[in-house]
């Protein structure tokens, strides 16, 4: 029996894992990328050291316009500690979990590593990988699927597996052609938007304090009727642990006792922001004053104006429907012989390696799915 040609479009994360799934399945596999060396995202991803995964997962923080339910069913058919034995094995990478953020990492800290290591696996499970190609239209022929190339010849396939990626940071690649491309199929694709990425104001309120670092907890709350409200607990006291910190104590001032919680440019800020002059003695406080000051603290309004945008989003909101996709294979209910993995669906995670979860769970469902010959009603392929 011939083997089953299979085109994978973008080596991302998403599409080399969907490629060495495919090849190892035994299917004539093509991966195509339209950058010299594909997979620029893991290069930059997690500062260069690559958070290639959680080390625990708590499916609840991912964000889905579709339903949780499906999503929930596409992440467990690659369980987190099967994906870790991946990586070990079949990589060769060792991970160690960076302990405070529950983060792991390749044990060489080195982003490159776990690129190479995947298209190189590819490669060495029969995928042919063709660089500077990009895709430029996929339609079904046929029995099978036509793939146009940029000046080159279109490419005959059995399926076709996309992994083109969303809109996020478009100089590693990802253009959002691929969901323009999926939306003209007739797949549902929920408006996208920039996520994970910073938020901006202007002007800064605390714009001289760059460079400051430390742990706060951020509250955003959505508005019903504009943009959604920012409050921050700057350090882990609660306001009954500040009326505490603010009792008068000798000539201690307001700054004295903010600088035993927080950095002291910080605390100076928080002081003025509430209004209160940071060498009042505590005894002098007023009661308005120690109030105004434990509500900065605790729960203080972080203003913001807008955001980075795609230009420094980590991923891309909404995308391809995940009720359109047959959870344990990624083909698209659909089309037949499509399927769909990676950041271009409607789902993603918070930092710490979610997202990474997310496109290898869905690419290996994918290059698996699309491997497999399917058997019509006469009971023969
Ligand atoms: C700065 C940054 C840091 C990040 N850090 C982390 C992290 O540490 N941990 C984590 O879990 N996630 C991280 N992410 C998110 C993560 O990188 C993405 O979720 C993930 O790469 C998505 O994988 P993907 O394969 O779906 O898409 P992509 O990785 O974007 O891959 C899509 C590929 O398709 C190719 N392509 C697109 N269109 C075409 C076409 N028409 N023809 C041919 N090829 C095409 C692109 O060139 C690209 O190579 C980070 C993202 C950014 C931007």
Known sequence: MPRRRIAVIGAGAAGSMAAIFAASAGADTVLLERTRDGGRKILISGGGRCNILPSRVDETRFVTDS?????RNILRTWPLAEQIAFFEHELGLR????LETAKLFPASNRARDVRDGLLALAARRGARLLMETRVTGFSPAGAGWRVEREGAAPLEADAVVVATGGLSVPNTGSDGRGLALLAALGHTVHPTYAAL?????????FGALAGVSLPVTITAHDEDDGAARVRVRWTALEA???????????????AGALRRELPVRLADALAEAAGVPGARPL???RKAERQRLIETLVQGELAWTGDEGYRKAEVTGGGVSLAEIDPRTMESRRRPGLFICGEVLDAFGPIGG?????AWATGRAAGLGCSRTRVGASGRP
Do not use: C, I, K, M
Request: net charge negative; glycine share 2%.
């Open 95 to 98: 991970l160690v979990e960076e």
């Open 197 to 205: 990425t910073p938020l901006t104001a202007e002007p800064a309120p």
């Open 240 to 254: 009954a642990d500040w009326e505490e910190a603010l009792r008068p104590e000798g000539t201690r001032t307001v």
């Open 67 to 71: 339903s949780p339910h499906t999503l």
């Open 354 to 358: 979610y997202n990474f979860l997310w």
């Open 283 to 285: 005894a002098q406080l």
